[in-house]
Structures are given as C-alpha cells and as structure tokens.
C-alpha cells in the first residue's frame, strides 16, 4: 500500500500516516559551526560559558571561553546528530586551551549528550579532561560516544570547569564529530498521534528527521516513524531473444528463443468430424456445418468439439425428404435451420440439446447458393436457378410457403445464374437493415472482355524457361490456351492452362498465335513472337602465343577459332562488344573490336603475377597489375597508363559498381575505392588478420555488397568475407572451404546474378544466396581459371580439366566440349549478344 | 463490375420494389458496420454513402453514373389501337431526359431523348405528337445531381380503331 502525501487542510484521524511532500533534510554528519567561524550561531551556552571573538584556536578567533572562579560552563552545538542504532558510535573531539591557569586548576573536555524523542537528557558522556595547558597550549580532548538504548539523537559540546579560586579563564574551540550518522531513517513516514481527528494546517509543518519526533500540525501531531514494508520485485522467467527466430512451419514443431521455446499449433479445428465446409451457419450456441448428405454440429458453445456424443452430431439430412442432393447452402429462418440441396429445401428445429432437434417442414424450392440468403422483414430470401425466391409463413396461418418475390426480375437473373453456375461462383446476399433492403450481389457480373495476355521472349538455342499465357475477364469455364495460327518456335511446348514450357531447338524467327475461348463463346487472342538465334556467346581461350580464342554458340553449335591471338594471354574478357585478352602473369594483352577478327595491341601493359584481372568503368578498361599498379586506358584505342602509383594502386582483382571502382590485393591487404577511375585510392581495414595471403585473392559483387575470397598462408584456409560499404569494413569470416591446404587454395568468386559462387584448386564449388550462408555443393568440378554466367548458364574455365558448364546455378555441372586444339582452358567470357562490337 | 439487384421494402403495404445497379468494380465480399455497408474490392474498401451520387473507382475518382427508368410496354386503352399522344408533364427532382418509344417489336424504337426540367406541372404541358399503338416510357438520369422520380403524366387522345 502506498503512504498517502500529506495533504493541507485535511481531516486526519488519529492513525493516519502521511509522507511529505518536502521530505526533511538528511540529518546532520558533522556539527555545524563546531569551531564558531559563524560567529555566535547554532550554539546554546549554559554555566558560566559565554561566546568570544578572541582567544580561539585557529587565528585567535571566536571562542568559548570561561571566565575564572565560575565553577562550570557548557557550550552545547545545536546540531542533532543520530546514529543508526542503538550500540553506534561516533567520535567528538574538541580543542581545549587553559590561558595562565595552573595545572588542575582549571578543566576542560568534550561532551557529548543523548537525548530521547522527547528532548529529554538521557545520558551523557565526556571525553578525556584537558587539566594541563599552561603557557596557552591548545590539547585536544576525544571521546567515543556510543548510543545508549532509547536514545534518538545526541548533541556535542565543549565543557569547561574552575575550581572556585581560580581567575584565570579557560577557553573551548573546534569541536568537532566523525563517523557514521544516519542521514534519513528508511521508511521514514508519519504518523497522526493526536487523540482526536483534526484538520492539518494549510502550509506542510517541518517535518522533523528523526524516529519518534514530533510536529504540530495545526490539529495534528505528527510522529516520524519508520514503515515496515514487503517490497517485490518482479523478475521475468522468459525473455524472447534479440533476434526474430525461424519459426517453425510443421504443427508441433518447437524452436528456441531466448529462454522461450515456441511450439507451432495450428488455428484450425482439429476435430476430424468437423467436415471443413464453407456451408456454415451458428445457431442454438452450436456451430452447423453441411457435410454432403448431413449436416453436422458442434457441441454446444465449444466450436472445436465436433465429437462428443449427446453434444455434438449430425442432422441427417439425407435420410428425408429431398434428402437425394448433398447440401449446398443453409440458413437460418425464425431460429430454425433452413438446409437447401439443389432440388428442396428442409427446416430443421434445432437446440443446444440434440434431442430436441427435429425436421420441421420441407418444400421442393432449391438453392445451392449459400452466400445468397439473407432474412428480409418476415421472410428469407435467396437466389435459386429460376431465380429469387422466399420462404416465408402464409398469411393467418403457420404454414411455410415459398414466395416468388423475385419474379419481376427474373429475366434478368436467370442468365446471370447460369454464367456463375458455369464459372463455379457464388452469388453474395446481404440485407441492408438501415435502408431496408435486400442487396444480391454477382460479382464480375458483367464480366470484363475476355483477354489472354503472355509473351515467350526470344533466347538462344539450348535456352530453357517456363512462364503462362494468363487469361482474365469473359465467363469461365475457358477452353484450352492452344496456338490457332502460326508456329511456335520448335521446343515450346503450351499446356491447356496456359502455362508453357520450352527448351528452344531451332534458331529463326516465329510468330503465333494463342486463343482461348469462354463458356460464352467468346474468343480472345493474343500474337506472339520470338527471334531464337544461335550465335556465338562464348569467348573461350587457352595459352599459346599463336593459338586462337574460340567463339561458341550457347549450348548446341560448334567452336568456331578467331585469329590467331599473338600473345600468351590466358584470360578473356568481353566488355560491350570488345574482346580483351589478358594473361594473370605477364604482360601479354590484345583486343578485338570485330570479333575477333584481328587483334589489336595498345602498347606493352606491365602486368606481373597475379594480375590480369579486367573490367570497365567510364569509358576506361583496366586490368590489374599484380605488384604493379593498375593499368587503364581509355576505350577504345588508348594506351595503357598508370593513373596511380604506389602499394595502393595495387590490385589482384577489380569490379566496378557503376562509376566506383574496387580493387584488392593480397599487400596491402586491404581493399580500396576509387570514384576517380584509378587515380586516387581510398583504403579500407585490413581483411585478412596479422599475416599475409597467398594464392588467388578474388572479388565479386551483385551490385551492393561486395564479398571477398582469399586464402590465409598460417591456416591454408580459403575464406569468404562480406562487406557493405565497399570494402571499408568486412564482416568476420562467414565460410571457409573444407580441407584447408596449400594445394587446395580458393580459386574463384562469382555472382551469377542470383547465386554467389566460389571455387577452390579441387574443384569444389561453394554457394550462397546472400554471401552470408554458404553451402558446400555435392559436384566437384576442374580448378576454375575464370567464370562467365549469361542467360541461366554458369561457364566455368577449368584449366586442362575442361569447360564446365551449369544450368542450375553450380548445383550440377556437365562438360562441354572444346576444340581439340584448346587443351587447358584458362579463360571464359560471356558475349552479350545484343551488344555489337564498338 | 459487379451487378446487383436490390429489393427494398416500401412502408406502404410492405411492397417491395426491384432496382438494378452496375457498380464499375468487382465486389469480393461485404458487411454491415453499424448502420453503414460496406463493401470490399481488391485492396479498396467502399462505404455506401447516400449523399453522393457518383462511385469512387480507385485511380479514377468519383464517377457519376446514369439512372434509368423505363416502364414496359403499355396499350393505354384497347391494345392494337393508335393513341394520339401530344403531351407530358413530369414531377420529380433532378434535370431529365425523356424519351418515348413507340414501336415495340424487335427491341422497339425510340424517340430522341428530350431533356426537361425535374418538375413540369405548373406552365403548359410538354408538347410531344406522337402516334403508337403501345408506349414505352423511358426516363433518363444523368447522374451529376441527386435524382428523384415522383409522377409522369401522359396526355393521350384514342383514335379510330383500326387506325
């Protein structure tokens, strides 16, 4: 229970406990004014004590001073001081001075008195006597005071004494206190102890600090005593995880989250006798559901009881008049169950108890439209397969008829029931009370014109793919999507629903036509078209100075050689129509701008080892120089320039995202940006800790998050990193090849523009979704040299291993074969081939 | 869209009368909140409102749409013989468009519509000379202001029969 706040000009009954609104000051940890710097303040002096301005302690300032031949005098500090309990001690002392007395003659000591809640002297207790002080001499006078019980404060002083025939004086000064005091009691509160109730006064008193003092409040006498009280504290026993964990999609499955484990339920009703049927109508505390040839219901008030006898049930239907249908719709006439089948329809009595439901009537009149019915004033009405009809009471008389209260439109409705009926829809009834009307509702009645829409795009020979002629508006049931005039290129098979599927056969150019018709006979055709073409898309090489690049075609098609290169360059590159050779360890490069055609040399490009890595960005080619500074120059004749020098122009590989370049390198080990096309770098954290990195170092990007491949020479381990701000930080390491060793180095990072894929010396194959999960592939493949990916097909180079290509994103790969003259593989490029040569 | 048919009670005698509706959007489901209707389509949720005379289709705004009124074919009289007409008058609220048919075989033809104002009673008579066996009276709404039908008189002189 809370302590109410005092309140002013309140009755209060003898009892009553209040807290304060301005909670007293914290009692005292040091007298105040102990060495009478203030002058005569917050001292009461007593006997023949009296207050000073000379002859002090410190600066010979204000003091107590006892004039001679006065027996005995006492300077008491006013300040309160409360320990904490009874058996607590606190120190006094205080500084004594004798003048010209002789020894003995005069005395002097620190006191202490302790006084009870009432501010009745109880005890009092002195320090050591300070009686030999001749010659001026300030000695110092100690006690330990110790709280006697029934005690509620003490008062520190400085007492003096003289033997009656002694003139000399005697002086007092610095008293002071150490120790532990109680500053506020706990729980310090107030209680009313008047005898009578009594109004407090308008302004809050001065609440005293102290246990068991009192203060009058105009009619009230408060007492400070201390509240006992239970203080709970509530701790939780589950706490939910920082994180949202992956729930479970299996009923009953569990999983952990924080210190909560979640088990999955379902929100279905699980009764196996609840028949799960759209027809549902409440009524008598129970839920009615058809159920075919019955009806059934739940226990009464527990919808998820379907089975308990006596309780829950069926109606059977069936076995009654018009019982030939299953049930199609139900309502609810006058408290009773109308059950509709398409011929008749049966009321039924019904109850939360199953004994007293009955068959009441039956009318052949039918509906199968359960969204249709809706009670209208006395009445309920529905759509039938003539139209709407009624079910009402004939007049003075208690006898269910069937109205045609619906025949003035039943020209229009008719056909409309039909279409639905054909298209498998329901009708919607609702009765509007607030303007007293029965609303029927056909949706998409009258439907939108019929309309197929879908469109094969074109690919290459050996592409695959699937997608749907979607056909919207008209009256359903349709007819089969089929082509009605043209021809569909070879290997597009078209399913009945519209959904097609091909595996292109044949390059050339085709038109069709698709059509379908709906139950109006309406037919609605869409005109496709698709160029499949076979052209050369592969940009495959080998080393050898004289040997040629291949050019291949998708999938089906042989290699058709270039002219010879007339260079060692091993890797290729297609950029914008543009063929680079470039070679990861020498200076070796040409480019092609037909083809392949005729090749085309800039100028020497210093490349050194583990270099040769390529890519374009604002109208510049550049390629990686190893432990040389990467090389640029402009498209697309230029020569070859360093725009930096310098460790930080160093690169193993590089990427672009949009106009920023990235570039990595195994010394410094770090990546760098540069939004100038090379010319100025900035570097981001190291990626890889304390020592250096060897073999391949590899960069790959899906146009935002940058993921890294390199390999630790302490560990042999190959490791993927992550990082979303460019390589300014990496996260820590989220994938390491299994296996680590030196001959089994990561080799290769690609984004295929779904998958991540990584590769190492082995031939094992890595992927992720996000560069953050990454699975270990079940394929072994060639040590990749370089990858390429266009329209669904992944192309790894694989050395003397072969051309390895994958349809499924690296899940499964199969051997292409190459030109017997191209035996070690090193480099594979995609050819866009809708870019022409520049 | 969607069509509906509406029946709504009359306090008089409790009859019943039928109006058709063509709302320009598809109605998935519905209900009553208060004493308003709501109605679901798509990802839109329309009130009924009966102070405005338009549908708001989302994207388009509020669109209004046309009212019609039309009675069956009647013989006025003796079926098969002419009646001369030469005039209306019409109460009700609301500018409309007037027209009359007057041949009701093969989906019967109509006169232009004529557009009058909501209530002729006081001032002459709306001349309109017309001869026909049968006639189909048919009111036009536009839609842009809130309407209302109350009374339609036809003033009609039989002919010969035979005529």
């Known amino acids: 229970m809370a302590v109410p706040v005092w309140n002013p000009g309140t009755l209060y009954r003898p009892g009553d406990i209040v807290q304060p609104i301005t909670a007293p000051a914290a009692t005292a940890a040091q007298v105040e004014n102990g060495d009478f710097a203030a002058g005569n303040v917050n001292w009461d002096f007593t006997g023949g004590a009296e207050f000073v301005t000379t002859g002090g302690y410190s600066g010979n300032g204000n003091c107590v001073r006892m004039p001679g031949s006065v027996p005995e005098g006492l300077a008491l500090n006013k300040t309160k001081l409360v320990v904490p309990s009874t058996g607590s001690t606190f120190e006094a002392t205080a500084m004594i001075q004798q003048g010209a007395s002789i020894a003995g003659a005069t005395r002097g000591w620190v006191e202490v008195r302790w006084y009870d809640s009432s501010d009745l002297l109880i005890l009092f207790e002195r320090g050591n006597v300070v009686s030999d002080g001749s010659g001026g001499a300030w000695h110092q006078s100690k006690l330990t ?187 609810l006439y006058r408290s009773n169950l109308v059950v509709f089948n398409s011929e008749a329809f049966q009321l039924w009595q019904v109850d939360e108890d199953p004994a007293s439901m009955a068959l009441i009537d039956a009318l052949p009149l039918g509906s199968t439209q359960h969204r249709s019915i809706a009670p209208v004033a006395n009445d309920l009405f529905f759509a039938s397969s003539q139209g709407i009809r009624s079910i009402g009471i004939a007049a003075s008389s208690t006898n269910y008829q069937a109205g045609d209260v619906g025949m003035p439109i039943d020209p229009l409705v008719e056909p409309i029931m039909r279409l639905m009926k054909g298209a498998g829809e329901q009708a919607l009834g609702l009765y509007y009370p607030s303007a007293g009307q029965y609303w029927l509702c056909f949706p998409g009645y009258p439907p939108a014109p019929l309309k197929i829409v879908g469109d094969v795009s074109g690919g290459l020979v050996g592409q695959f793919g699937t997608g749907k002629y979607t056909v919207v508006g008209g009256i359903k049931p349709y007819s089969v999507v089929a082509v009605s005039s043209g021809t569909p290129p070879p290997g597009l098979t078209i399913n009945a629903d519209g959904t097609y599927a091909y595996s292109f056969a044949e390059a050339g150019s085709f038109a069709w036509e698709v059509s379908v018709t709906d139950a109006q006979g309406t037919i609605a055709k869409v005109a496709d078209s698709a160029v499949v073409g076979n052209e050369a898309v592969w940009l495959a090489r080998g080393p050898g100075a004289t040997s040629p690049a291949y050019l291949g075609p998708y999938k089906i098609g042989t290699w058709q050689p270039t002219a010879s290169a007339g260079v060692a360059a091993r890797y290729a590159w297609a950029f914008g129509g543009v063929f680079h050779l470039s070679d990861p360890a020498t200076t070796a490069y040409r480019y092609s701008k037909n083809q392949g055609q ?228 090193t480099g594979i490029a995609w050819i866009d081939p809708n870019v022409g040569g520049s | 869209m969607s069509e509906f048919f509406v029946y709504s009670i009359s306090s008089v005698g409790s009859v019943g009368a039928w109006s058709r509706y063509v709302f320009p959007f598809d109605v998935d489901d519905w209900a009553i909140s208060g004493d308003d209707l709501y109605l679901r389509s798509g990802d839109d949720i329309h009130v009924l409102n009966e102070d405005l005379t338009g549908d708001e289709v989302s994207g388009a705004g509020v669109q209004p749409f046309e009212g019609e009124i039309q009675w069956p074919w009647l013989d006025f009289g003796q079926p098969g013989v002419t009646k001369n007409l030469f005039g209306f008058d019409i109460v009700g609220e609301g500018d409309v468009s007037v027209s009359f048919g007057y041949d009701q075989s093969n989906g019967g033809y109509f006169t232009d519509p004529y557009a009058v104002s909501a209530d002729t009673v006081p001032g002459m008579v709306i001349p309109m000379p017309l001869s026909a066996p049968s006639l189909s009276v048919k009111l036009t709404y536009n839609g842009t202001e809130r309407w209302q039908w109350n009374a339609f008189s036809l003033y009609l002189q039989d002919l010969r029969g035979m005529s």
């Open chain 1, 598 to 825: 005729t090749w085309l040399n800039p100028g020497s490009a210093s490349i050194s080892a583990s270099g040769g890595r390529m890519a374009v960005a604002g109208g510049y080619s550049f390629v990686c120089g190893g432990v040389n500074p990467l090389l640029r120059r402009a498209n697309p004749d230029g020569p070859w320039e360093t725009p930096a020098t310098g460790t930080n122009a160093r690169a193993n590989d590089i990427l672009s995202i949009g106009n920023r370049l990235v570039i990595v390198a195994s010394s410094p080990r770090n990546a760098r940006v540069s939004t100038d096309f090379g010319v100025t770098w900035t570097a981001g954290v190291d990626f890889a800790p304390g020592s250096s990195t060897f073999g391949s170092i590899r960069i790959a990007t899906d146009g935002a998050r940058i993921a890294i491949l390199y390999n630790d020479n302490l560990t042999f381990g190959s490791n993927i990193k992550y990082s979303d701000d460019f390589g300014a930080t990496w996260s820590s390491t989220v994938f390491s090849f299994p296996l680590p060793g030196s001959s089994n180095l990561g080799v290769e990072l690609f984004f295929d523009g779904v998958y991540w894929l990584a590769f190492n010396e082995t031939g094992r194959v890595a992927r992720s979704l996000d560069a953050v999960e990454w699975q270990l592939l079940p394929v072994t493949i060639g040590k990749a040299a370089q990858v390429a990916a266009g329209k669904g097909v992944v192309m790894a180079a694989c050395g003397t291993a072969g051309l390895y290509w994958s349809e499924d994103h690296g899940w499964t790969w199969q051997k292409r074969s190459v030109p017997s003259a191209l035996t070690d593989v």
């Open chain 1, 145 to 331: 005071a110790t709280r006697p019980a029934g005690a509620a404060y003490a008062r520190a002083g400085i007492a003096l004494f003289s033997v009656a025939d002694h003139t000399h004086a005697i002086f007092g000064d610095n008293l002071s206190v150490s120790g532990t005091f109680a500053g506020l009691p706990d729980g310090l509160v107030y209680k009313a102890v008047q005898p009578e109730s009594g109004f407090s006064a308008s302004d809050e008193p001065a609440w005293p600090p102290i246990l068991g003092q009192q203060v009058i409040d105009n009619d009230v006498i408060w007492e400070a005593v201390a509240s006992t009280r239970v203080t709970w504290e509530a701790s939780p026993l589950y706490v939910s995880g920082s994180v949202e964990p992956v729930w479970p999609t299996e009923i009953g499955g569990f999983v952990r989250d924080g210190t909560i484990d979640w088990k999955a339920v379902s929100r279905r009703v699980e009764d196996p006798n609840c028949p799960n049927s759209k027809i549902v109508v409440i009524a008598a505390s129970k839920v009615f559901a058809g159920d075919d040839d019955i009806v059934r219901y739940s226990a009464t008030v527990n919808p998820l009881d379907w089975t308990t006898p006596d309780d829950a049930g069926y109606l059977p239907t069936g076995l009654q008049n018009y019982g030939a249908n299953p049930v199609a719709a139900m309502g």
